[in-house]
């Protein structure tokens, strides 16, 4: 039966090769399958990936427009991966509480710590959360051009790997189980999943302030979906805790997400607010 999971997988993963808006998935072959249930009251941790690796190894991409046209960073002193990482991962948190999911965002803040296992690192805080019985997730965007692979879920190896897993497999592609020899997250029990790469008509839709907030909504939209799947919950129409549609929000900018409320489900967890700087906010060039 997991043999035919497994090349049932990596046909669809040779399929599907693309996406309008987060761009081409992993080529990967898909060497895993997700069969652990999880309860539909498991609490989901949301992280930005390399949010406390800014300055040293590890910081995340700058993106194509930044590396290959000299555009401005989004935020200065952070990788244009991590403001989008930041941005999406709060997206997630604020749909998916809004659906009642039992979800949460953390942010160590600190840009930069040097031991991966200080107490305040996404990994630590993330191996405890799974240690727990809940479900981590880092949101990373992958590195444009060649050094990318493109959008897929890492999944966790330290722990069975869930249906939850399988579910946002199978919505933006997988990476193999030991991608990199395993990497320091998925050895921690926590999932990463890889938007796309930063480059191209993703990067644009995010970048452009007319499509920012479409873009950022859409796919948070996906990621919840996939976890609600993976839950076993049917998927619900309400995208936004506020009752807006998605025209009305559409028009208020990145900040709008920062100065939202993360509602009172979030105790015990630092929402970050991101701030555009000044001059920030044209279509990239």
């Known amino acids: 039966m997991a043999a035919a999971l497994l090349a049932g997988s990596a046909r669809a993963q040779t399929q599907a090769t693309a996406d309008p808006l987060t761009g081409p998935r992993s080529p990967m072959t898909k060497d895993w399958v997700g069969s652990r249930p999880v309860a539909a009251s498991t609490e989901i941790l949301v992280m930005a990936g390399h949010a406390d690796s800014q300055g040293i190894g590890g910081a995340g991409t700058g993106g194509a427009a930044v590396a290959l046209r000299g555009a401005r960073p989004m935020q200065i002193g952070i990788t244009d991966e991590l403001y989008w990482n930041l941005a999406t991962a709060q997206e997630v948190v604020r749909q998916g509480q809004a659906r009642g999911l039992a979800i949460r965002f953390y942010d160590p803040i600190q840009r930069t710590i040097a031991n991966p296992n200080d107490p305040r690192t996404t990994w630590s805080v993330g191996k405890a959360h799974v240690a727990q ?11 444009y051009g060649r050094d990318g692979v493109g959008s897929g879920l890492i999944p ?8 939850i897993d399988e579910s946002l497999a199978a919505e933006f592609g997988a990476y193999p189980k030991l991608f990199r020899d395993g990497l320091g997250a998925p050895k921690r029990g926590i999932a990463i999943l890889e938007i796309g790469k930063l480059e191209g008509s993703l990067e644009n839709s995010l970048r452009n302030p007319q499509s920012r907030q479409a873009a950022l909504e859409a796919i948070a939209k996906r990621i919840v979906d996939a976890m609600e799947a993976g839950l076993n919950r049917p998927a619900s129409p309400t995208l936004n805790a506020l009752g807006t549609s998605k025209a009305d929000i559409s028009s208020t900018g990145v900040s709008s997400i920062g100065e939202q409320s993360m509602g009172a489900k979030t105790t015990g967890f630092t929402t970050f607010v991101l701030i555009p700087p000044p001059g920030v906010g044209s279509s990239a060039p």
């Open 156 to 163: 966790p190896i330290s722990q069975p790997i869930s249906q």
């Open 133 to 143: 019985g809940g479900y981590a997730l880092e949101i990373h965007y992958d590195a």
